[in-house]
């Protein structure tokens, strides 16, 4: 079975910085695309970046400039390194990610069970 698990996930205050993860566990042939969304209270989730496997990125304007999305593919391992962190960034951070098991397979696309952050003074 293949799951992905998050963490890094805390209280900061305004200004800091905070560095999330994202571990692949399972059978595992290849990944595509790893994203990083949110879920803040009473919002919907939103994109907050994504990176394929040849580390093409793309972030959400509210992000730019403050978040690098990055991965290690040899360890299925992606990464959010978030800084300038904003009382607004707070949310539940999930992962996702596009996952072939196995060559002969198809496709799955999975989800993590978040991480919360927690931005305030």
């Known amino acids: 079975q293949v799951r992905l698990v998050e963490s890094g996930g805390g209280l900061v205050q305004p200004g800091g910085s905070l560095r999330l993860s994202c571990a692949a566990s399972?059978?595992?042939?290849?990944?595509?695309?790893m994203g990083w969304y949110r879920q803040a209270p009473g919002k919907q989730r939103e994109l907050v970046a994504t990176?394929?496997?040849?580390?093409?990125?793309n972030y959400a304007d509210s992000v730019k400039g403050r978040f690098t999305i990055s991965r290690d593919n040899a360890q299925n391992t992606g990464y959010l390194q978030m800084n300038s962190l904003k009382t607004e960034d707070t949310a539940v951070y999930h992962c996702?990610?596009?996952?072939?098991?196995?060559?002969?397979?198809?496709?799955?696309?999975?989800w993590g069970q978040g991480t919360l952050v927690t931005v305030s003074q």
């Open positions: 996702n990610a596009v996952i072939f098991p196995r060559p002969d397979m198809g496709s799955l696309e999975l």
């Open positions: 399972g059978t595992i042939f290849s990944i595509t695309v």
């Open positions: 990176i394929t496997g040849g580390g093409r990125t």
